[in-house]
């Protein structure tokens, strides 16, 4: 049987606090998962972060916005918190703030948190905050070791119901970040300022390319320590999750980089980690070949192709991108080793993007899903049916898409900065426990 997933973030479940959390619609959302068959949960980074979830400030820390008010009171931290209108759209604000330090002034430090805040890479985070943001590193530590707990004891619910989770790592930290001030010598820099901005060329996307307000890697001097500092990531995110999405795979290869003051149109491909990084990564018994699924989407080389084809990763493919519409065939529906979407966080909903289509090619489309005995009169459902029948190996669709929603719900425009990118949130699942169905 066809393995079937499901791609909602965190800050998009719905929460009488303004963002979803690590709380009760976690745990509702996974029994809805479970009840449906469903065995996978993407859920994007959960990495402390800036203005996206992909510009990490730590690869170790959480993102505070997430931890759980209702879980701060079950533990007896808390007394009742206020609530707020469940709207459509995330806040991002310190709504949940005064209750943080509520549960602080409350905490009796454990064995189990003694444990926790020996770990290295929290202290540097913690450190990090204090100096660069004139936080309590004490308040920063408890708020990391509740944020793990709520995630570790949500992790091993949603296993128990048979639901793995797939967190997805972003291939770099942003400039200014705990990972940049501790360990500056795994990135490109000269006389202690940073060279290169990673980015990507022109593309689908963005017409200009992009700039990702991250640094680079210094891969030499990553590799003369036998990459020792990027496993350790991995490793660390495996225990976060069942199965990691590995961001810009074609930046192992070869990434782009643009010089600092330039525009992405002035960068320039550089060679990566590649083979060295992965041979050596492979060797840990910490990491699992099929607990690795690669992002190959872009502007891949044969190089990329070659390096993927070399360990056989399981890779994503994406709908809206394969389909042919003069041939009316999916060109990659004959790989196994794929996890096909109609598509991820960075692409429109399906009914977004059938909008876009010129009436040619909804037609196309329409034949294209007959063909495949997929005759619903909603272009979702009649996705979601030959994703289910199509020989990839996992099919993952968008919360938005079971609902059939449109351009509106999107939860990201690349290259775009607005307050609707990362913004999207369900109000209830009264709709996706009925449409949920439809992917059965």
């Given at each position: ?379 979702n459902i009649g996705i979601m049916q030959y994703l289910i029948k199509c020989k990839a190996q996992m099919a993952i669709i968008m919360v938005q898409d079971v609902l059939g929603l449109d351009e509106s719900a999107r939860i ?22 009925e449409r949920i169905k439809d992917f059965n």
């Open positions: 049987m066809k393995e079937k997933g499901i791609l909602l973030p965190i800050f998009s479940l719905p929460s009488k606090y303004g963002i979803g959390d690590f709380g009760y619609e976690a745990y509702e959302f996974i029994d809805i998962l479970s009840e449906n068959n469903i065995s996978y949960w993407e859920i994007l980074p959960i990495n402390a972060h800036e203005e996206s979830p992909y510009s990490p400030i730590s690869y170790y820390a959480l993102e505070s916005k997430y931890l759980s008010l209702d879980k701060l009171k079950e533990d007896g931290l808390i007394k009742a918190p206020e609530t707020r209108e469940n709207k459509d759209r995330a806040l991002y604000d310190d709504f949940k703030e005064k209750y943080y330090k509520e549960a602080f002034s409350n905490f009796k430090k454990d064995s189990k948190y003694d444990k926790f805040i020996k770990t290295k890479e929290i202290n540097e985070y913690a450190d990090f905050m204090q100096d660069e943001k004139g936080e309590d590193r004490e308040y920063i530590l408890f708020i990391q070791y509740i944020l793990h707990k709520q995630w570790m004891e949500l992790k091993k619910y949603a296993n128990k119901k048979n639901v793995k989770i797939i967190g997805d790592m972003p291939v770099y930290p942003v400039f200014n970040s705990a990972e940049t001030k501790y360990h500056p010598e795994c990135f490109e820099m000269k006389d202690g300022k940073f060279t290169y901005e990673a980015g990507t060329p022109p593309d689908y996307f963005n017409s200009d390319g992009q700039k990702w307000n991250s640094p680079v890697y210094n891969v030499e001097n990553i590799k003369k320590k036998k990459c020792k500092y990027l496993i350790k990531r991995f490793e660390y995110q495996l225990k976060l999750f069942d199965k990691i999405r590995i961001d810009y795979f074609r930046g192992y290869d070869s990434f782009f980089k643009i010089p600092i003051g330039k525009s992405g149109k002035e960068g320039f491909y550089s060679d990566g980690l590649s083979y060295v990084f992965f041979d050596e990564l492979l060797k840990s018994k910490k990491v699992k070949k099929e607990n690795l699924i690669i992002e190959d989407l872009g502007d891949i080389r044969e190089e990329t192709v070659a390096l993927r084809e070399h360990y056989n990763f399981t890779r994503q493919k994406i709908l809206q991108f394969t389909i042919d519409f003069n041939n009316l065939i999916d060109r990659d529906n004959d790989a196994e080793n794929v996890l096909v979407f109609p598509g991820n966080h960075d692409c429109n909903t399906i009914y977004g993007w059938y909008k876009t289509l010129s009436e040619e090619y909804k037609q196309s489309l329409k034949e294209f899903l007959k063909r495949n005995n997929c005759n619903n009169i909603n272009v990201n425009m690349p290259g775009t900065i607005s307050n609707e990118n990362w913004s999207w949130k369900l109000i209830d699942f009264t709709d996706f426990k």
